[in-house]
């Protein structure tokens, strides 16, 4: 390791400015240190709307926790896009994402996307993740939010034979259901999984009803004494969240709390955008006029400025950057602030006036 | 600190997609009026009226949002590979000078060492600084983060060009540079008796142009008149010196210990060098032409004044000169042949200014603008021309018969480039 640190900085001295990496990335696209890069070694259609993209992952990546998501970056129409994608392989295993085409980045990562591709990526993240200590788990999904709860249930289960998880997940129909035919099996093979599949649709369009405990009480009468995860959309964690308040199970259970959720999108606040104004980005030179419900991240990437980011909704706080000057809006409050040097969360703030950021 | 790569801009771009809809960004505020227009415009567009200068502001407007509407994975593809294509001759070539005991080995090492420093200084250093490739968002081809081999610091050069030279192109008094006090480049230009010297000095500097553009860009003018502090001439300092000595090691140190064992170790030496050196006298050639030929003009700061979208269009339409040819050859003058086009758009990708120069000289005719162009050795030999002619007093011009006391009354400046020298593109 010393050694190739130290012929690398013998090499950097004939490659100068560029790095020995600039000119191996001629060959080898992933050895580069300063953009990580994983190709695509599989591609799998799960559902009509959903595929897993398997990676191999260049130097730099970390293993992932089962539950944890990674920024992947994606070029569109020649431009670099980044979305979050809960990795949904097993831990140990090579990583992939699977993901939903709902807009535009998932849309052309889900159909688009093919063997020997190169991803951009950022290391695995976040804190959903199995508890440190073995216990009886309730996981609560619907739609993509399964993505996650995947690579816990594939870590785990066919692992730990004391494994004890109940599965409830929730999706329009049979053919959209991730990972359907792989639970079932699983389920068959290892006592410790049960799965509960709910069909909208064969339910006459009723959907797993959250608001009261009729439905869970039937899935899965102990849910009490379970250690609870959801990940879905929006309304279906409001409604799980509210519930498990409600029902006073939101106590610890051993050292776990009762329920953690994982968010795929944020909560905005509806209408709190206001004015906008001219938002100036000093490092970068780049100046453009903005509404007042346009993310400071998207403003800036717009105009080519490489923001950093995360996760895009406000949690991971990988985007912050310092304001010099000027106002924003917490597009989740509605919240003005804004003191000189403070960091703003640029993928949840907007501007409110003239802005000034160092970036 | 505005941006002036977009500095004439008012046209809506469109930002995000929040909610599926994109989101109209209102536009840009802008630095220069729509409407309106200087006293008097320089006398090349002196026949335009306000409303023509108007709507020639708004057909060059609606031409760059064209261009920028439909930029994509193609141009994204284009740099890439020039990139790739520059890196490969950059180490084949520096390898092959490993073995320039050999002669051919030692040409063709020197060849393409020099191509692959010409490709990075041109089509992709200048045009990278420029901006013209931010909007991939690839932090490695990016504005912010490109560092160049030339001596001077990106950071430094970005400051003199972007903000200064591309902003107050050819505004006598304000597009200062190094060639002011070094060399005489304008008539308006007082003479004095060391200017004899011009034809020398410009002989020196080309081979050793980077260095001119180092000098320039310390700004030494700009500290004598106390505009810029001493304490940011010592951060610039610093900052040249580590180029300087990393620069150095790699071309003159480095590379030629390399050879030694290959018992080449001199001959990789003169390769390098002469790599530098044919560098930089192609680019010194290509930044004369740019705004040294004849009839390329350059204006006053009361004509500047009062000016609009419109007319800043129009000074950098006449005060830039293109070279005519291949593709190659664009591709090799980082298509700063393209010149007009480029003053006018700095910041759209070089590999689309063919395109755009299409309609340019479509829309100069059809406003009765100049659109000057040549093939190169006629470019260069004009602007070296013009450095010989001014190494002499302005020629008074004849007078009339019975005028002979009016010998001594200012001589009326002929129209003609300021020193850019120092500035790539
Ligand atoms: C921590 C984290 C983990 C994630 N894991 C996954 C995953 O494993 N698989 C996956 O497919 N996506 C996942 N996402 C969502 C993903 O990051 C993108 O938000 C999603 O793919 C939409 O991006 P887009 O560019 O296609 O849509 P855009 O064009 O940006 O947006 C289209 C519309 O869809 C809405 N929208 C965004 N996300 C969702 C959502 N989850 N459900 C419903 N509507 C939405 C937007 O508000 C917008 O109105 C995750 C997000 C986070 C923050
Ligand atoms: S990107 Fe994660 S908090 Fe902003």
Request: proline share 6%; charged share 25%.
């Amino acid at each position: 390791m010393v050694q190739i640190r130290a012929l690398r900085r013998v090499a950097s001295i004939l490659t100068t400015p560029r790095t020995p990496e600039d000119f191996l990335g001629l060959v080898n696209p992933l050895v580069s240190s300063r953009q990580l890069r994983g190709v695509v070694t599989k591609v799998v259609r799960e559902t009509p709307d959903s595929t897993t993209i398997h990676f191999r992952p260049g130097r730099g990546w970390n293993q992932h926790a089962a539950g944890q998501w990674a920024r992947i970056g994606v070029e569109i129409d020649g431009v670099r896009q980044w979305r979050s994608y809960s990795l949904s392989a097993a831990v140990g295993h090579d990583p992939a994402v699977t993901v939903t085409a709902i807009g535009f980045v998932s849309t052309a990562l889900a159909r688009d996307t093919k063997v020997g591709d190169v991803l951009f990526l950022d290391t695995p993240q976040g804190d959903f993740v199995l508890p440190e200590h073995p216990r009886p788990l309730l996981m609560l999904t619907a739609g993509s939010g399964l993505t996650p709860v995947m690579s816990m249930i594939r870590t785990l289960v066919p692992r730990r034979p004391d494994a004890d998880v109940v599965l409830i997940h929730s999706a329009r129909t049979r053919g959209d259901a991730l990972f359907h035919d792989e639970l079932l099996e699983l389920a068959d093979q290892f006592p410790g999984l049960q799965v509960r599949h709910w069909f909208t649709r064969e339910e006459g369009g009723r959907r797993l009803d959250l608001s009261g405990v009729a439905d869970l009480e039937t899935l899965c009468p102990d849910w009490r004494e379970r250690a609870a995860y959801a990940c879905g959309p929006t309304d279906f964690l409001d409604a799980a969240t509210e519930l498990w308040q409600r029902e006073g199970a939101d106590g610890a259970v051993g050292d776990a709390p009762a329920l953690t959720i994982e968010r795929f999108a944020p909560v905005l606040l509806d209408g709190v955008g206001g004015e906008g104004g001219l938002v100036t980005f000093e490092k970068s030179d780049k100046e453009v006029e903005v509404g007042g419900d346009v993310p400071l991240l998207d403003a800036g990437e717009d105009c080519g400025v490489v923001m950093p980011s995360g996760c895009r909704m406000g949690i991971c706080r990988s985007c912050l950057t310092p304001l010099v000057a000027g106002k924003v809006r917490d597009l989740r409050t509605g919240e003005v602030h804004g003191d000189e040097g403070e960091l703003i969360q640029t993928c949840v703030n907007a501007a409110a006036g003239p802005v000034h950021l160092d970036i | 600190m505005t941006a002036t790569t977009n500095r004439p801009t008012t046209t809506p771009t469109r930002v995000g997609t929040v909610d599926g809809a994109a989101t109209t960004i209102r536009p840009k505020k802008p630095i220069l009026a729509a409407t309106g227009g200087p006293a008097h415009r320089p006398s090349a567009a002196a026949h335009l009226t306000d409303a023509d200068v108007e709507r020639l502001g708004r057909e060059l407007d609606a031409l760059r949002d064209r261009i920028i509407s439909t930029r994509g994975a193609k141009d994204a593809a284009y740099i890439r590979r020039v990139i790739r294509i520059q890196r490969t001759l950059e180490v084949v070539g520096r390898a092959t000078l490993l073995l320039s005991k050999k002669k051919s080995a030692f040409v063709a090492g020197t060849a393409m060492l020099s191509v692959a420093k010409i490709l990075e200084n041109m089509e992709i250093g200048h045009n990278v600084l420029h901006g013209q490739w931010d909007w991939m968002r690839d932090p490695d081809i990016h504005s912010t983060t490109w560092e160049w081999d030339f001596v001077t610091p990106a950071a430094a050069w970005k400051h003199t060009h972007n903000d200064l030279h591309h902003t107050w192109t050819n505004v006598l008094g304000k597009d200062k540079d190094v060639g002011y006090s070094t060399l005489r480049m304008a008539e308006d230009q007082p003479w004095r008796p060391f200017n004899i010297l011009n034809p020398a000095i410009n002989l020196i500097l080309a081979p050793f142009f980077e260095w001119g553009i180092a000098i320039y860009d310390l700004e030494l003018e700009a500290v004598k008149d106390g505009e810029k502090s001493k304490d940011d001439l010592k951060r610039d300092l610093k900052a040249v010196g580590r180029k300087v000595v990393r620069q150095f090691t790699k071309d003159y140190a480095a590379t030629p210990l390399a050879a030694m064992p290959f018992g080449s170790g001199k001959q990789a030496l003169i390769g390098t060098f002469t790599a530098n050196a044919i560098r930089n006298v192609w680019a010194h050639s290509v930044i004369f032409c740019g705004h040294f030929p004849d009839g390329v003009d350059t204006f006053t700061e009361e004509e500047i004044e009062g000016e609009t979208r419109g007319d800043w269009y129009i000074r950098q339409m006449l005060g830039s000169a293109n070279i005519s040819g291949s593709k190659l050859m664009h591709i090799m003058t980082g298509n700063l042949s393209h010149q007009i086009e480029h003053h006018c758009f700095p910041d759209l990708p070089s590999n689309r200014y063919a395109e755009v120069a299409v309609e340019m000289r479509e829309i100069c005719q059809r406003y009765g603008l100049p659109y000057t162009t040549g093939p190169m050795p006629k470019q260069v030999y004009q602007a070296w021309a013009k450095v010989f002619r001014l190494a002499l007093p302005n020629r008074p011009r004849p007078l009339p018969k019975n005028a002979a006391h009016a010998v001594n009354a200012p001589v009326p400046p002929r129209r003609s480039a300021l020193p850019m020298v120092a500035s790539v593109g």
